[in-house]
């Protein structure tokens, strides 16, 4: 069977575009067709425009407008998410778009609704759970190797300086949790289902820093289970995981713990085996920030993949609204110190409505 052509056009050629960028050129062997790129940075957009040898825009609009596209890959920062999918969904295009969603519920809950509206297939840039090794945990969980797994710690603990590359860091009105939480979030969600309620300590161990650079995260999931999620930009660890994301999971027969290098020891019915669950570098990654490059590719690939085939992402836009609440929640609980209940979206039949639980 041919391969069905998916014409992507790029918008944002900043910091973390690049592995987009390389990601979409990789996959043209899949039918991914890199049509061009924007940034309102004319030398942003000019030199990614000369790199991967496609036209460059200044203005999405135009890009839009001229360019005959299946789908725009969205990876600038959530405060343009809104405007940007808006001018998508106006022109019908199925819309990647980087997390976090948006600034704030109601941005998110209004993309997500004008897409399902319009009918625009969307879906969030969530791609730690697409890295191979997250991967490899989910296959041993699917496999019923360690039971029922009823207990987990999820953490992202580095001192690895993110402020070079992603200055904006320092002024955020939040940090940790809405940048990097927010996969380890969509990790837990990924392992143990859904959330019935959050409890969240903050911390800002770093002066220079306006929000918070520490979570530690206590969840009680629907199905009993409770786990311990973390994250942090200031751990002084030896070594250093960075990018990785350590798990640790038990269940009713055995365990699964992940230690860095991607050595994953899985303990089933008494035995123990371990397994180192890397992937090789591709062509443009390289360490340490290969782990993260390589999550984005296998991303890009399996929306590559839906787009083909028409069906939704597994980190839909209505998917990922599950772990936005998570992040919500987790700031609320950390303020009023107390357990939290996620909001939740609900698409009613007919009308499309929001519901808030009540606290
Ligand atoms: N692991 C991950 O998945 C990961 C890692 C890093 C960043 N990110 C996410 O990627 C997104 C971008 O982060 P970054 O660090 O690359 O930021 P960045 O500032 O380096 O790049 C953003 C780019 O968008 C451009 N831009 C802004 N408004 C625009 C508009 N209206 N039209 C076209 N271009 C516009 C800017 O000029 C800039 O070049 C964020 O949402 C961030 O959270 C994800």
Same mark, same amino acid.
């Given at each position: 069977?041919?391969?069905?052509?998916?014409?992507?056009? *790029?918008?944002?050629?900043?910091? $973390?575009? /690049?592995?987009?960028?390389? #990601?979409? +050129?990789?996959? !043209?062997?899949?039918?991914?067709?890199?049509?061009?790129?924007?940034?309102?940075?004319?030398?942003?957009?000019?030199?990614?425009?000369?790199?991967?040898?496609?036209?460059? @825009? =200044?203005? &999405?609009?135009?890009?839009?407008?001229?360019?005959?596209?299946?789908?725009?890959?969205? *990876? =600038?920062?959530?405060? =343009?998410? %809104?405007?940007?999918?808006?001018?998508?969904?106006?022109?019908?295009?199925?819309?990647?778009?980087? +997390?976090?969603?948006?600034?704030?519920?109601?941005?998110?809950? !209004?993309?997500?609704?004008?897409?399902?509206?319009?009918? *625009?297939?969307?879906?969030?840039?969530?791609?730690? %759970?697409?890295?191979?090794?997250?991967?490899?945990?989910?296959?041993?969980?699917?496999?019923?190797?360690?039971?029922?797994?009823?207990? #987990?710690?999820?953490?992202?603990?580095?001192?690895?300086?993110? @402020?070079?590359?992603?200055?904006?860091? $320092?002024?955020?009105?939040?940090?940790?949790?809405?940048?990097?939480?927010?996969?380890?979030?969509?990790? &837990?969600?990924?392992?143990?289902?859904?959330?019935?309620?959050?409890?969240?300590?903050?911390?800002?161990?770093?002066? +220079?820093?306006?929000?918070?650079?520490? !979570?530690?995260?206590?969840?009680?999931?629907?199905?009993? &289970?409770?786990?311990?999620?973390?994250?942090? @930009?200031?751990?002084?660890?030896?070594?250093?995981?960075?990018?990785? =994301?350590?798990?640790?999971?038990?269940?009713?027969?055995?365990?699964?713990?992940? %230690?860095?290098?991607?050595?994953?020891?899985?303990?089933?019915?008494?035995?123990?085996?371990?397994?180192?669950?890397?992937?090789?570098?591709?062509?443009?990654?390289?360490?340490?920030?290969?782990?993260? /490059?390589?999550?984005?590719?296998?991303?890009?690939?399996?929306?590559?993949?839906?787009?083909?085939?028409?069906?939704?992402?597994?980190?839909?836009?209505?998917?990922?609204?599950?772990?936005?609440?998570?992040?919500?929640?987790? @700031?609320?609980?950390?303020?009023?110190?107390?357990?939290?209940?996620?909001? /939740?979206? +609900?698409?009613?039949?007919?009308?499309?409505?929001?519901?808030?639980?009540? /606290?």
């Amino acid at each position: 069977m041919a391969t069905v052509a998916i014409r992507i056009g *790029v918008i944002g050629c900043g910091f $973390y575009a /690049q592995n987009h960028l390389h #990601a979409w +050129k990789e996959l !043209a062997a899949d039918g991914a067709v890199l049509a061009a790129v924007c940034d309102v940075d004319p030398g942003k957009a000019e030199a990614a425009g000369r790199t991967f040898g496609v036209p460059f @825009y =200044t203005d &999405a609009a135009a890009l839009l407008a001229t360019e005959r596209l299946d789908g725009v890959d969205i *990876v =600038t920062r959530h405060d =343009t998410h %809104r405007a940007l999918c808006e001018l998508a969904i106006a022109r019908g295009v199925a819309i990647i778009v980087q +997390k976090p969603l948006a600034p704030n519920w109601d941005d998110c809950v !209004a993309i997500v609704e004008a897409a399902a509206k319009a009918g *625009v297939w969307l879906a969030v840039h969530e791609n730690f %759970r697409f890295q191979t090794p997250m991967r490899h945990v989910r296959r041993v969980i699917d496999s019923g190797a360690i039971g029922t797994p009823n207990w #987990a710690r999820v953490t992202f603990r580095t001192g690895f300086d993110v @402020y070079l590359t992603q200055p904006y860091f $320092y002024d955020e009105e939040r940090l940790a949790i809405a940048d990097v939480g927010i996969h380890v979030l969509d990790l &837990a969600r990924f392992f143990l289902g859904e959330v019935e309620r959050i409890s969240c300590e903050t911390q800002r161990r770093n002066p +220079k820093v306006r929000a918070e650079d520490t !979570a530690t995260m206590l969840l009680r999931h629907r199905s009993g &289970a409770v786990s311990v999620v973390e994250c942090t @930009y200031e751990a002084r660890r030896d070594p250093d995981p960075f990018p990785e =994301t350590l798990v640790e999971i038990e269940g009713d027969k055995g365990s699964i713990i992940v %230690r860095p290098g991607s050595i994953m020891r899985v303990t089933s019915n008494g035995t123990t085996t371990e397994e180192d669950i890397g992937s090789p570098l591709r062509s443009w990654t390289s360490n340490p920030w290969h782990v993260a /490059q390589e999550g984005a590719f296998m991303a890009c690939r399996h929306f590559l993949d839906c787009l083909q085939r028409g069906v939704p992402a597994e980190t839909s836009g209505k998917d990922n609204l599950k772990t936005y609440a998570l992040v919500d929640a987790a @700031y609320r609980a950390a303020a009023e110190h107390r357990a939290i209940i996620p909001a /939740q979206w +609900k698409e009613n039949t007919g009308a499309l409505s929001m519901e808030r639980w009540a /606290q």
